[in-house]
């Protein structure tokens, strides 16, 4: 079946314009996570939704960054204002539920969405 | 924020050697996953270990956990040219509830033929 596909794959803006990225996690999937990898860095938790809201979106690091998913399935993160500093591997990753139980159910990444900011 | 760190941050090695990372924590976790990562892109999952456990295998992958020392090291086989990529850690939080990951900064692993 399908994987977490993530659109754009590489965006490249202006600083001050305003960006959305896109990801389809995997049908079914409740529970879908966002990720910052800087160059040389491991990824950094954004934010995380269970169905449709953000169980925990403190991973956001300022009111520039937004994230939604309205119907639960198909999220977009959404970048205002950019800055060079935004620019980074944004990573998308969905799993079939999100609570660290005794079943723990494994993240499916995709392929990221490489964002440049001039 | 990142958890902790990986070291070595780079290894080189020959194909056939055997490859070790560590991996270190800071607060308590529910489990510890590795990650490989190719071209800077796609994060794959090899192999979790929960906080209960102490040694885990999968295939060419040996991975131990000692919660007292908030420390995991992964240990690949008989290494191939394919098993160059980064290999980052990763912690579930002990005390959230959530899955939510965090990352170490990463190995990367360099094996010539």
């Known amino acids: 079946g399908a994987g977490v596909s993530q659109t754009p794959s590489n965006k490249v803006t202006e600083k001050g314009k305003y960006v959305e990225l896109r990801c389809d996690p995997i049908s079914g999937h409740t529970a879908l996570y966002w990720y910052r990898q800087s160059l040389g860095q491991g990824p950094e938790f954004l934010i995380y939704?269970?169905?449709?809201?953000?169980?925990?979106d403190s991973g956001l690091p300022n009111d520039r960054f937004f994230a939604v998913r309205p119907e639960g399935s198909v999220s977009t993160l959404k970048i205002q204002r950019t800055e060079r500093g935004d620019s980074a591997v944004y990573l998308c990753?969905?799993?079939?539920?999100?609570?660290?139980?005794?079943?723990?159910?494994?993240?499916?990444f995709g392929p990221g969405t490489r964002l440049t900011v001039l | 924020s990142q958890q902790g760190e990986e070291d070595p941050q780079a290894l080189s090695i020959q194909e056939g050697e055997n490859a070790t990372m560590n991996c270190s924590y800071k607060t308590s976790i529910n489990n510890l996953q590795w990650y490989r990562q190719n071209s800077g892109r796609g994060l794959v999952h090899l192999i979790l270990i929960r906080s209960n456990e102490r040694e885990k295998h999968s295939g060419r992958l040996r991975v131990t956990l000692d919660t007292s020392k908030k420390s995991s090291s992964l240990l690949i086989t008989a290494s191939r040219a394919a098993d160059t990529a980064s290999y980052f850690c990763a912690t579930v939080d002990g005390n959230s509830g959530y899955s939510t990951l965090t990352f170490g900064k990463g190995t990367m692993l360099l094996v010539s033929p």
């Open positions: 990753a969905s799993s079939s539920m999100g609570l660290a139980g005794p079943s723990y159910n494994e993240q499916f």
């Open positions: 939704f269970q169905g449709t809201g953000a169980a925990d």
